[in-house]
Antibody, heavy 119, light 108 residues
Framework: QVQLQQWGAGLLKPSETLSLTCAVF????????WTWIRQPPGKGLEWIGE???????TYNPSLKSRVTFSVDTSKTQVSLELSSVTAADTAVYYC?????????????WGHGTLVTVSP | EIVLTQSPGTLSLSPGERATLSCRAS???????LAWYQHKPGQAPRLLIF???SRATGIPDRFSGSGSGTDFTLTISRLEPEDFAVYFC?????????FGRGTKVEVK
């Protein structure tokens, strides 16, 4: 059974860089897109973007200038970096997998990582 | 981007009752690329429905999805105790993918 495990720093100061990793256990990166999503407290979900094992990336235009995705196929991990964070970036961050390369709904999610930005 | 509006924000019902949740898109969702997810506190969200009406693997048949274009509905025919949760819709046909803000189904 494929599982996603996420980790990263949970407390950041303004202007720092958020860094999260999502590891895939029991499966490979191929055949799917790997998606990052966040949910600020009391707000809806925001799609950050998606990446596949080949490194093809689509970012949400709203965050594109600050976001970087990377892929490590040898470790079956995908990573997210978000630079110059502010309090508005405080959120639970999720990684998720699309069902297939062309089936873009999300059939597997991580449990989420709470990231708080505070002076 | 496509804005998804879910209603109601909260639905207060009793076990055994029928739940009807709405998701309305600001523009047509091509090829019914709409999904529904269930989210319980402290858990990973769970895919329920994709393609507007197809149940995901292992999802009980009391969950059903319908709709096309801009209007979509998730119906839970008879609420079980484990169904009280937040439900959100997502369109995945256009980039950026977008989500509704969710409907909380709570015990009346």
């Amino acid at each position: 059974q494929v599982q996603l495990q996420q980790w990263g720093a949970g407390l950041l100061k303004p202007s720092e860089t958020l860094s999260l990793t999502c590891a895939v256990f029991g499966g490979s990166l191929g055949g799917h897109h790997w998606t990052w999503i966040r949910q600020p407290p009391g707000k809806g979900l925001e799609w950050i973007g998606e990446v596949n094992h080949s490194g093809d990336i689509t970012y949400n235009p709203s965050l594109k200038s600050r976001v970087t995705f990377s892929v490590d196929t040898s470790k079956t991990q995908v990573s997210l970096e978000l630079s110059s964070v502010t309090a508005a970036d405080t959120a639970v961050y999720y990684c998720a997998r699309t069902s297939g390369y062309y089936r873009m709904y999300l059939d597997l999610w991580g449990h989420g990582t709470l990231v708080t930005v505070s002076p | 981007e496509i804005v998804l509006t879910q209603s109601p924000g909260t639905l207060s019902l009793s076990p055994g009752e029928r739940a009807t949740l709405s998701c309305r898109a600001s523009q047509s969702v091509g090829s019914s690329f709409l999904a529904w997810y269930q989210h319980k506190p402290g858990q990973a969200p769970r895919l329920l429905i994709f393609g507007a009406s197809s149940r995901a693997t292992g999802i009980p048949d009391r969950f059903s999805g319908s709709g096309s274009g801009t209007d979509f509905t998730l119906t839970i025919s008879r609420l079980e105790p484990e169904d009280f949760a937040v439900y959100f819709c997502q369109q995945y046909g256009n980039s950026p993918r977008t989500f509704g803000r969710g409907t909380k189904v709570e015990v009346k």
